[in-house]
Nanobody
Framework: QVQLVESGGGLVQAGGSLRLSCAAS????????MGWFRQAPGKEREFVAA????????YSANSVEGRFTISRNNAKNTVYLQMNNLKPEDSGVYYC????????????????WGQGTQVTVSS
């Protein structure tokens, strides 16, 4: 049974940084992609960033690129999201997801999801 466990969320002032981690377990083989989504109150869940097993990354078309960096350690089955220069609009629940599909648009159907970690950025 695949499990994803996020950590690293919290309260930070605008301009600050946080590093989220997500540890995966239960995958029977390698090669899966991992990524991060977020959901602000009253809004739909949105894609933030994804990384393939090979390390190829993709970021949301909104303003996270240049401030957020996704990385992974395959030996530890862990994905990270380094978030710098945080803004109040970055607040929300951040979810880790993983799938053998590299197309993150399909992960709501074929992906595995963590329970989420709260990020709150105060102004």
């Amino acid at each position: 049974q695949v499990q994803l466990v996020e950590s690293g969320g919290g309260l930070v002032q605008a301009g600050g940084s946080l590093r989220l981690s997500c540890a995966a377990s239960g995958f029977i083989s390698s090669g899966y992609s991992m990524g991060w989504f977020r959901q602000a109150p009253g809004k739909e869940r949105e894609f933030v960033a994804a990384i393939r097993w090979s390390g190829v990354t993709r970021y949301s078309a909104n303003s996270v690129e240049g401030r957020f960096t996704i990385s992974r350690n395959n030996a530890k089955n862990t994905v990270y999201l380094q978030m710098n220069n945080l803004k109040p609009e970055d607040s929300g629940v951040y979810y880790c997801a993983a799938s053998y599909s590299s197309d993150s648009a399909t992960w709501s159907r074929n992906g595995y999801w963590g329970q989420g970690t709260q990020v709150t950025v105060s102004s």
